[in-house]
């Protein structure tokens, strides 16, 4: 930090130590798209360009329904908002023509490897 503290460290071989007090990492997702909207039965196609093996990401829908004040509920939970197509570059939302909570959507992709 700016008086030469040091916050945390990560070795050669991943490990990491911290010397700052109540320290917590929060993980930032490797692509987050804007807040969009998803019409009753039709598709959104997003691109995220990350570029890679796509078996190894994970996916968040999370929704915004304009209808009672712009809460955000995740998709899986309250909606039938599901994600479909997902490539290295692209991933298709679909809202069923029923869902009445998906109003915008707004995608997370978390990447690991094995």
């Known amino acids: 930090n700016k008086n030469n503290v ?3 460290n990560v070795d050669e071989s991943g490990d990491v130590t ?4 109540g320290l917590v990492a929060f993980p930032r997702p ?3 798209s804007n807040w969009t909207a998803v ?4 598709n959104a196609t997003l691109t995220h360009n990350l570029g ?3 078996g190894n990401y994970v996916v968040d829908i999370i929704c915004k329904d304009t209808e009672v004040g712009g809460r955000d509920i995740h998709a899986s939970s309250y909606s039938s908002t599901e994600w479909r197509n997902l490539t290295n570059s ?3 939302i679909h809202r ?5 909570t998906c109003d915008l959507i707004k995608i997370r992709i978390w990447m690991y490897q094995y």
């Open 39 to 42: 019409s009753l039965g039709g």
């Open 52 to 54: 890679h093996n796509s």
């Open 30 to 32: 490797a692509y987050e």
């Open 90 to 92: 692209q991933i298709t």
């Open 6 to 8: 040091k916050i945390f």
């Open 96 to 100: 069923a023509a029923g869902d009445l």
């Open 18 to 21: 911290m010397g700052g007090h």
